[in-house]
């Protein structure tokens, strides 16, 4: 009986974290994200969105125009 007890006090302890027994593959991955959320967006990213911004606008003027 006391092995069962052991056995149900650690399930507990893993539902515990919300993440159960893949709780260090979730803090990792976690983390990970954590890093890639905190970086910078390269300035050539930035210019190409830029570049898409300013085309979408010149393009859907055009289309309104037209309807």
Excluded: C, H, W
């Excluded at 970086?39 to 309807?67: I, M, N, R």
């Amino acid at each position: 009986m006391r092995a069962a007890a052991r056995r149900g006090a650690a399930k507990e302890g893993g539902k515990a974290d919300g993440l159960g027994p893949n709780s260090e593959i979730g803090r990792k991955l976690k983390q990970y994200y954590d890093d890639l959320v905190s970086d910078d967006v390269p300035d050539q990213f930035l210019d190409l969105l830029k570049q898409l911004e300013d085309k979408e606008k010149g393009t859907s003027g055009g289309a309104k125009g037209d309807a």
